[in-house]
């Protein structure tokens, strides 16, 4: 129930089971730097944090791949990257609750090179652009989903960026034009919205077997204020 790659949220069936064995390292040779590689879940991320605060060395830098994983897990992540004040680079892939939570922590996030970074959803998805009427869901998955929006929200207040970056690819008018999993944004957009990041190179959309698994959204100043003022209407709905 607690993962973004759920079928009733997620359009990424199954990213979770194609993730890497967790490893968490910090190399001798960069002291400073952790390394994150594998899903996101309470374990791994209790691990992180056991990882950061037992190491000789101050951990100043992130570096982390992970199709995503449980969401309250990745919030609890990006919390830590955020008190930390890390820098985040991106080796191969950040997506799901790694591109909610993580990437949107740091004041300072390096995408590599054919690196992939990927939204598809987040906690608003089901309450204001779901396929189905949220009175459908049971009283369990309603209250898990109200909880997972209040700690959403709370992060994103917290960390500074505009908890719409998680379903803007999802709202009317964008969500027809995409075919492909996930989505992310230009880099104008990314910085509008409250993000920091550099990319080595342009944004990577392929996966390694050369399909097409990230659309960028391109949108002028004037269209994503169109949309964030609908996303705000939306809101107020509730």
């Not at 056991?50 to 199709?67: F, P, Y």
């Not at 590599?112 to 998955?141: C, F, N, R, V």
Request: aromatic residues 8%.
């Amino acid at each position: 129930m607690r993962y973004l790659l759920l079928a009733m949220l997620l359009t990424l069936t199954g990213c979770a089971s194609k993730q890497p064995l967790f490893s968490l390292v910090i190399d001798p040779l960069l002291p400073n730097t952790i390394n994150y590689n594998g899903e996101i879940n309470p374990d791994n991320v209790a691990a992180f944090e056991q990882g950061i605060a037992n190491s000789s060395t101050q951990i100043t830098s992130l570096v982390i791949t992970s199709g995503g994983g449980d969401v309250f897990a990745g919030i609890r992540l990006g919390e830590l990257v955020y008190r930390h004040k890390l820098k985040v680079t991106v080796d191969k892939v950040c997506a799901s609750s790694c591109a909610n939570y993580v990437v949107t922590a740091s004041d300072d996030v390096t995408i590599k090179q054919d690196a992939l970074i990927g939204w598809h959803g987040g906690a608003l998805q089901p309450l204001l652009y779901g396929s189905e009427d949220l009175s459908k869901y049971s009283k369990t998955m309603v209250e898990y989903i109200l909880q997972w929006e209040q700690a959403e929200r709370v992060f994103f207040d917290k960390v500074k960026v505009n908890q719409a970056v998680t379903v803007l690819g999802m709202m009317p008018g964008l969500k027809d034009k995409r075919n492909t999993p996930l989505y992310s944004y230009d880099q104008q957009t990314l910085k509008a919205l409250g993000l920091h990041i550099t990319f080595e190179d342009k944004q990577a959309t392929l996966s390694k077997t050369g399909e097409e698994i990230v659309q960028i959204f391109s949108l002028s100043p004037e269209v994503l204020d169109t949309l964030l003022m609908q996303h705000v209407q939306r809101l107020q709905q509730l």
